[in-house]
Nanobody, 121 residues
Framework: VQLQASGGGLVQAGGSLRLSCAASGRTFSSYVVGWFRQAPGKEREFVAAVSWSDFSTYADSVKGRFAISRDSAKKTVYLQMNSLKPEDTAVYYC????????????????WGQGTLVTVSS
């Protein structure tokens, strides 16, 4: 499966952005898709993931502010980000894996290119 992330940009604190992850491949509906982010000088960290059955999981730092969803017909996964904070600034990546959701980026073999999100204070 190939992934293409988009939707990043510059937003003020408190604002919103929606990231998209478009996938190719006939078996997209079988994959777990996750969002990860990496800030300068920091390790890549888990943000959210959605399973093939629409079960979603979130990092504690984004619970209640971010929402992940998938549109299987469009082969696209979205990350709606609300109430953004400066500490959300990072390059955001989408990734995919078979089987269950997982927060470890090493468990995801398929990655899209990153999209930069910058939140100004």
């Amino acid at each position: 499966v190939q992934l293409q992330a988009s939707g990043g940009g510059l937003v003020q604190a408190g604002g919103s952005l929606r990231l998209s992850c478009a996938a190719s491949g006939r078996t997209f509906s079988s994959y777990v898709v996750g969002w990860f982010r990496q800030a300068p000088g920091k390790e890549r960290e888990f943000v959210a993931a959605v399973s093939w059955s629409d079960f979603s999981t979130y990092a504690d730092s984004v619970k209640g502010r971010f929402a992940i969803s998938r549109d299987s017909a469009k082969k696209t996964v979205y990350l709606q980000m609300n109430s953004l904070k400066p500490e959300d600034t990072a390059v955001y990546y989408c990734a995919a894996r078979i089987l269950a959701s997982n927060s470890d980026p090493l468990q995801y073999p398929y990655w899209g290119q990153g999209t930069l999100v910058t939140v100004s204070s």
